[in-house]
């Protein structure tokens, strides 16, 4: 069993992106920036938006950081958001989610422009992407990708299980695996809440991508011999020996699951770290206009 | 065995659709506008052109055919789709794939405007229709999830499998079938030529929808007792004994395959009918402007 890590290959990266951004600035070129729209004090948002802005730092990015309260409107958010559209400055940003209930998601990522839409949440994004076309591909999804790449696993022909169908993680990711490149071109088989014989579907998996938020679902009985195991689940659980009172956990009972496994990723330190990455990624190709003009 | 008759359904539609255009047009509203570009002159493509004004006609919209010789070069045809973008008058249009060579296709999918963009072949409709927001959906997979609502086939929790991946079929139909909607809510496997136990795969399905284009590639070995399969195929095979010189056939050995399915669409006669109709069904909610503003 080799265990996958994310951390050492997300600090790899960014190291990469760091290097690449010298050269650009060596030359003369425009620094990629980054913009990051935070709303209220939820305590996961702003742990995700310091790492995000300290990730800006290690690749030499310009970053900025742009806090409301809770209580702001959603015409002030989209304003905002019309503003860094407009602003040539800034080469992309996000608004972290979840928002204030008040507030629409979906017009919120439909407000930002697809070219600047580095987190590839835009319906132009995630059309492209299903497409084959060049696009933002959704960070975590991307993530996953570079994993199995910079492992060398193998994807064509394998069977692909993703479980879980959300727009962020299960649909683009089963999008990706099925399309004809590499990583890619697998049988790939999306599980749910609505699949009935689930266990038999997994225990067939090459390679499976568990991505319903439910901790410690996919268990040991439900993987074949030799699997490769992604885990993409950070569920927060109460643990009182933690400093912080909860313990990420991930879809998998890694425990007795990884043992059986070719290759697997631990929670924290697998996927997670790759997905701030890939929005590292995301930027540098928006400062370099490489994706769209 | 139950025949589902595409035929019929399609006319069925045309007819709803005729009432309803009736209905507008005696409240003094505005009669659906539908505009087809057509390059050249493949056979193929002036049959579905015709098909499509005639349906139009049946179902009391105004049509127009704006017809181009092969050699009028990608600016040219893009200028008419600019103008077609710009004509209140009209509500939807369509390009008719496949374009000579010197076109690209796919410059010329994403210059139509995707508020008249009937054919669902935009990135923004491909995204929306994965994300789940209200979209033009790509008409062939809109006609096939019709079909299996008005026979009330259950979806919920079914192992459908799709053969095929292409842009305009497998994805996008494999994309509705595993929304959380009826139809859909299915365990969705997508097998394409990369897959490598198609046999295997096939035969735990409850419903197999083949959109490859191999004629006859479904055999009766492939499929258990009960399913339900729906053939997207129409590949024209030469005939000696047809007055046209071939013959539409599908991706379904369906003389061996009927006989051990719950319910199956003949080719011609099943999938075919209601591509066409889905593209009348999107140029009504286009002149309702039901799906964009």
Do not use: W
């Not at 600035?25 to 935070?38: N, Q, S, T, Y």
């Not at 997994?202 to 439910?214: N, V």
């Not at 697998?270 to 928006?286: E, Q, R, W």
């Amino acid at each position: 069993m080799q265990l996958i890590d994310g951390k050492a290959i997300s600090m790899q990266i960014k190291q990469e992106i760091a290097a690449e951004v010298a050269e650009i600035k060596a030359k003369g070129g425009k620094v990629p920036h980054l913009a990051v729209i935070i709303v209220g004090h939820d305590g996961g948002s702003e742990t995700y938006v310091k790492n995000k802005v300290l990730s800006c730092e290690q690749c030499g990015f310009k970053s900025t950081k742009i806090a409301f309260e809770s209580d702001i409107t959603e015409d002030e958010l989209l304003a905002a958001i019309d503003k860094l559209n407009k602003d040539n400055d800034v080469d992309g940003f996000i608004v972290q989610l979840p928002l204030p209930k008040h507030i629409s998601e979906q017009k919120v990522i439909e407000a930002i422009d697809y070219k600047k839409d580095v987190d590839g949440f835009h319906p132009i994004n995630v059309g492209r992407t299903s497409i084959g076309l060049p696009a933002f591909v959704s960070a975590t999804p991307a993530g996953i990708l570079e994993l199995l790449k910079r492992y060398n696993i193998e994807t064509k022909g394998k069977n692909c299980v993703v479980i879980g169908r959300s727009n962020i993680v299960g649909k683009p990711v089963a999008s990706l695996m099925m399309q004809k490149a590499y990583p890619g071109n697998a049988t790939v088989t999306v599980c749910h809440s609505g699949t009935k014989n689930i266990k038999e579907i997994c225990k067939e998996a090459d390679i499976i991508i568990a991505a319903m938020g439910s901790p410690k679902f996919v268990t040991a009985d439900m993987v074949k011999d030799g699997a490769v195991v992604i885990d993409v689940g950070t569920t927060r659980v109460p643990c009182a020996e933690s400093k912080t009172g909860f313990k990420l956990t991930g879809d998998v009972d890694f425990e007795n699951v990884a043992p059986k496994c070719s290759f697997i990723t631990p929670v924290p330190g697998g996927v997670g770290p790759m997905t701030i990455c890939s929005l590292m990624k995301n930027t540098l190709l928006a400062g370099k206009k490489e994706i769209y003009k």
